[in-house]
């Protein structure tokens, strides 16, 4: 098991597009694999290589035991709207409340080359959105309108 260290917010590697994979082989698996212990360990729902530090179009979501490792994943249809609480690994311990499509489908690859389809309702979909904009280089709060609606946990107590 390796748990790689998440670069945080500021980091010039988490707003560089991701370059697709051409060789699935073996240092692809080990990097997944990295990936999947390092987002266990955060723990999270879902992470990019380039939050690791890695340029490589690869990232892994896991939802109620259910993991996808999604290799030069490209969306193909979103719709409907969310505006539900979302984090991010890389900018640990806030939350606002992003904009996203409620329904989101995606073609993929696995590790070794094969296609995979995803599609994706509610959080699954917001999800596939989140690593998707961390592969083209962006950061959920590009999508407020403000980071004043940016929050703790526990900020409204006293």
């Known amino acids: 098991m390796t748990v790689l ?3 945080q917010l500021g980091a010039k590697e988490l707003r560089r597009p991701a370059v697709e994979v051409t060789r699935f082989d073996r240092a692809l698996g080990r ?6 212990d390092t987002m266990r360990a955060a723990p999270g729902v879902g992470l990019a290589a380039n939050q690791v530090g890695r340029p490589e179009r690869v990232c892994v979501i896991e939802i109620e035991g259910h993991l996808w490792e999604l290799v030069n994943p490209a969306m193909r249809t979103t719709g409907g709207f969310s505006d539900d ?6 900018l640990p311990g806030f939350y606002a ?11 993929a690859r696995d590790r070794h ?3 995979v389809k995803l599609k994706g309702k509610g959080f699954l979909a917001r999800a596939m959105q989140h ?3 961390h592969l083209d280089g ?12 940016l929050e703790r946990p526990g900020d409204d107590e006293d």
């Open 131 to 133: 690593e998707l904009g």
């Open 138 to 149: 962006g950061l959920y709060i590009d999508l407020l309108p403000s980071l004043d609606l």
């Open 97 to 107: 409340p992003t904009p996203r499509a409620d329904t989101a489908s995606l073609e």
């Open 31 to 36: 990097l997944i694999d990295d990936m999947v």
């Open 85 to 90: 609480p979302e984090g991010c690994l890389s």
């Open 113 to 115: 080359g094969r296609k």
């Open 5 to 7: 260290p998440i670069l």
